[in-house]
């Protein structure tokens, strides 16, 4: 004898995946969502037998927009499509099998070592569930947590900022922002905290610099901008008082910009200099180099521009040679002579 339930679908329920909300509905977009629900909702309580023109008709879609969003599910593994089926995937299946794949035999030793590196990364990992998730976290962030542990080899107290990090950023919504930041935290080498510290000093020097260029130039400084500063400190090795030396070569420049500031400080690089010290000994002797080929050039030219001194003798000459030439008496006019 069989047992038939009967139900009214119009008052039927579906059942959706905690882990397709937290971990798959994020990434998404909204008609995509439709259509996965409408699936879910088919084989729960429907025929189970729906075809591209139904799916259009009910979703008030084009069959075309319908085979997007199918291809959209299926490349994110929340369903496969043949020719015959689709096949709704078990996702939390496919999550405990990721999760709880079986692992090689290690020695005692590596193996107690791995115990207390574990309760260390299990306790700082339910802090940050309880801070940042409200006890809510999912799959995918245990899943990010355990890579960036192997792969960066963060310390419990480093993990613990970069969503800290994160949360300041307002990032939490979605993983691509803190994913981000752990790689350029990986670039830069950052395993301990001591080294992360580190890196938010230099981190924050860079920051006082940009700001200390946008204020002298009076404008907003562009990402490009702020690469180049960055280099100013990371290739260059100069600090703030080398490049407020070098500001100061921007005054009463008609246009001043972080380029050409970038080229002045490129010189002084090539030049080799590093302190202020030796960059005003450099400028000087360029400027005078500068001014001994303007007088040559001056000279040159025939452009003989005189001092004071050399004024004063040239009219004092003038003057005695204008004593010294006789006037010319001036004749009467006839008209002179009558009267």
Request: net charge negative.
């Amino acid at each position: 004898m069989r047992i038939v339930r009967h139900r009214n679908s119009t008052f039927s329920d579906t059942a959706v995946p905690d882990l397709f909300i937290y971990d798959f509905m994020v990434k998404l977009d909204g008609d995509a969502v439709k259509c996965y629900l409408l699936l879910l909702s088919v084989a729960e309580n429907g025929s189970r037998v729906i075809s591209s023109d139904d799916m259009a008709a009910r979703l008030g879609f084009s069959v075309k927009k319908v085979d997007e969003l199918l291809q959209q599910l299926q490349a994110e593994g929340l369903i496969s499509v043949s020719q015959r089926d689709i096949r709704l995937e078990d996702i939390k299946a496919k999550e405990l099998e990721r999760r709880f794949r079986p692992r090689e035999t290690a020695p005692p030793s590596d193996i107690i070592e791995r115990e207390k590196e574990h309760e260390d990364r299990e306790q700082i990992i339910n802090e940050i569930n309880m801070t940042f998730f409200q006890g809510t976290m999912t799959y995918t962030w245990y899943e990010l947590t355990d890579y960036w542990f192997d792969h960066h080899g963060f310390e419990p107290a480093v993990m613990y900022s970069l969503f800290q990090e994160a949360a300041n950023a307002n990032a939490l919504r979605t993983t691509a922002y803190i994913r981000r930041i752990a790689e350029d935290w990986s670039q830069a080498g950052i395993k301990s905290y001591d080294q992360l510290s580190v890196y938010y000093e230099r981190f924050l020097e860079k920051k006082q610099l940009q700001a200390l260029v946008a204020k002298n130039l009076r404008r907003r400084l562009s990402e490009p901008d702020n690469r180049l500063i960055s280099n100013w400190m990371d290739e260059y090795g100069y600090s703030a008082d080398i490049v407020e030396e070098a500001l100061q070569k921007l005054t009463g420049a008609s246009n001043p910009s972080v380029k050409y500031l970038d080229s002045i400080l490129g010189e002084w690089h090539a030049e080799g200099l590093q302190t202020v010290e030796e960059i005003r000994e450099y400028e000087q002797k360029y400027q005078q180099r500068r001014a001994a080929k303007r007088k040559g050039e001056q000279r040159v030219s025939g452009d003989f521009t005189m001092s004071e001194e050399s004024k004063t003798e040239v009219e004092q000459i003038s003057q005695d040679l204008a004593r010294r030439i006789p006037r010319p008496r001036l004749k009467k006019t006839d008209a002179a002579q009558e009267d």
